[in-house]
């Protein structure tokens, strides 16, 4: 996309399945490098609720926070990851529901499941996934990635990786 100012659908749908490769490996420095600044990441607590801010959430973190979190699953001496968690997305075809180039906002739907193991115990969590997408330098990056959980109301064990 290196100087183009308006993003494809092509582009958009190519960008989230990248993303989620990059969970999956584990290249969470090249994964962090997908968000602006001012980004947000947000799982809410409950359907319908209208902000991460104002409303408990089960996550609603910075872009700071989401650094914090990485080098904590990196950390060699992190109890929860002497054995390591892997992670697997699998995603329906991404829909664009939003695309506006002139204010450089995209808004992209994402029905999930995701899968994370961790020795014999397999967590199985599902939802839908929206980015809120900009172009900058002429790269598509997250300014909200908001997972909505089917379950969110649920009593959710511990996730170890990034959804």
């Known amino acids: 996309m290196a100087g183009d100012t308006i993003?494809?659908?092509a582009a958009l749908v190519d960008f989230i399945y990248s993303e989620a490769r990059l969970l999956d490996?584990?290249?969470l420095g090249e994964w962090y490098e997908l968000f602006t600044e001012d980004a947000r990441y947000w799982m809410p607590l409950t359907r319908d609720q209208p902000n991460g801010e104002t409303f408990t959430s089960l996550f609603y973190e910075d872009k700071?926070?989401?650094?914090?979190?990485?080098e904590r699953l990196r950390h060699p001496n992190a109890f929860s990851q002497q054995q390591?968690?892997?992670?697997?997305?699998?995603?329906?075809?991404?829909?664009v529901e939003a695309s506006?180039?002139?204010s450089n906002h995209y808004v992209t739907r994402t029905p999930f499941m995701y899968f994370e193991a961790?020795?014999?115990?397999?967590?199985?969590?599902?939802?839908?996934?929206y980015h809120h997408l900009s172009v900058v330098n002429g790269a598509l990056r997250i300014r909200l990635k908001k997972i909505e959980l089917v379950n969110c109301d649920a009593a959710l064990p511990s996730i170890q990786m990034l959804l």
Do not use: N
């Open 7 to 9: 993003a494809t659908t």
């Open 25 to 27: 490996e584990k290249r």
């Open 64 to 70: 700071l926070l989401l650094k914090v979190r990485i």
């Open 84 to 95: 390591p968690s892997f992670c697997q997305h699998v995603l329906q075809q991404p829909s």
């Open 100 to 102: 506006d180039p002139e």
């Open 118 to 129: 961790q020795l014999d115990t397999q967590l199985i969590l599902a939802g839908v996934t």
